[in-house]
T-cell receptor, first 116, second 112 residues
Framework: AQSVTQLDSQVPVFEEAPVELRCNYSSSVSVYLFWYVQYPNQGLQLLLKYLSGSTLVKGINGFEAEFNKSQTSFHLRKPSVHISDTAEYFCAVSKHSGGSNYKLTFGKGTLLTVNP | DVKVTQSSRYLVKRTGEKVFLECVQDMDHENMFWYRQDPGLGLRLIYFSYDVKMKEKGDIPEGYSVSREKKERFSLILESASTNQTSMYLC???????????FGPGTRLTVT
C-alpha cells in the first residue's frame, strides 16, 4: 500500500517570499502524484499532477512541483506568494496498476499562511 | 465546468439518528468517492463506487454504508450516528480514465 507524508503541518510565510511545501511518498509500485488546494470553507481543487514525462510540473496560480523518484518526493514550490494563497494544501498519490487504480491516498495537509 | 453538489453545507443530528448525505455530479463520471476530513488527519476514504450499484470499501467504512442507484448520485448513510462521526464529509467524482477527482464543497456534520 502507498502512503504520503507531508513534512510540515503549518508553514507561515510573508507575502512575496518563496515557499516550498514538502511531500514524500512510499509505494512498492509506480505512482501518479497530485497536489490539491483547499481554500477556507471550500472543497478541494486540483493544483497540479504528475503522470509521466517531465519531472517538473507546472500548475495553476504559479505553483510548480518536481517529481524526484530517487528521493520519493514531490515538493510544491512557488517563487513569490500572495495573501490569496493562504489555504491548506494536500499531496496525494495514486498507484497506476490494478482495478482500483483511481483511488487517491492523501497526506495530512499543510496549512500555508501568508502574512502581509 | 464540472459541478459536484452536496445536499447540505451544515447538518446537526442527534446520536442514534439515521443520516443521509447526498452527492450529485453533472459530468457523467463513472467514479464517485466519499471522504471524511478531520484536523490533523487529512482526508480518509470511506467508500467509493466505479459504476451504478457498485461499491467498494475504503479505509474507514465502519459505521457507514453507501448507495448508488443512479450514475450521477452517490449517497452516504450513517445508520446510527455517533458523536465520533462529527466531521467534514467531502464527495468527489472522476472519469473512468482519469486520476483527477473533482470535489464538492463539503458537508459539516455535527452529531450531538
Amino acid at each position: 500500500a502507498q502512503s504520503v507524508t507531508q513534512l510540515d503541518s503549518q508553514v507561515p510565510v510573508f507575502e512575496e517570499a518563496p515557499v516550498e511545501l514538502r511531500c514524500n511518498y512510499s509505494s512498492s509500485v509506480s505512482v501518479y502524484l497530485f497536489w490539491y488546494v483547499q481554500y477556507p470553507n471550500q472543497g478541494l481543487q486540483l493544483l497540479l499532477k504528475y503522470l509521466s514525462g517531465s519531472t517538473l510540473v507546472k500548475g495553476i496560480n504559479g505553483f510548480e512541483a518536481e517529481f524526484n523518484k530517487s528521493q520519493t518526493s514531490f515538493h510544491l514550490r512557488k517563487p513569490s506568494v500572495h495573501i490569496s494563497d493562504t489555504a491548506e494544501y494536500f499531496c496525494a498519490v495514486s498507484k497506476h496498476s490494478g482495478g482500483s487504480n483511481y483511488k487517491l491516498t492523501f497526506g495530512k495537509g499543510t496549512l500555508l499562511t501568508v502574512n502581509p | 465546468d464540472v459541478k459536484v453538489t452536496q445536499s447540505s453545507r451544515y447538518l446537526v443530528k442527534r446520536t442514534g439518528e439515521k443520516v443521509f448525505l447526498e452527492c450529485v455530479q453533472d459530468m457523467d463520471h463513472e467514479n464517485m468517492f466519499w471522504y471524511r476530513q478531520d484536523p490533523g488527519l487529512g482526508l480518509r476514504l470511506i467508500y467509493f463506487s466505479y459504476d451504478v450499484k457498485m461499491k467498494e470499501k475504503g479505509d474507514i467504512p465502519e459505521g457507514y454504508s453507501v448507495s448508488r442507484e443512479k450514475k450521477e448520485r452517490f449517497s452516504l448513510i450513517l445508520e446510527s450516528a455517533s458523536t465520533n462521526q462529527t466531521s467534514m464529509y467531502l464527495c468527489a467524482s472522476g472519469t473512468g480514465g482519469s486520476y483527477e477527482q473533482y470535489f464538492g464543497p463539503g458537508t459539516r456534520l455535527t452529531v450531538t
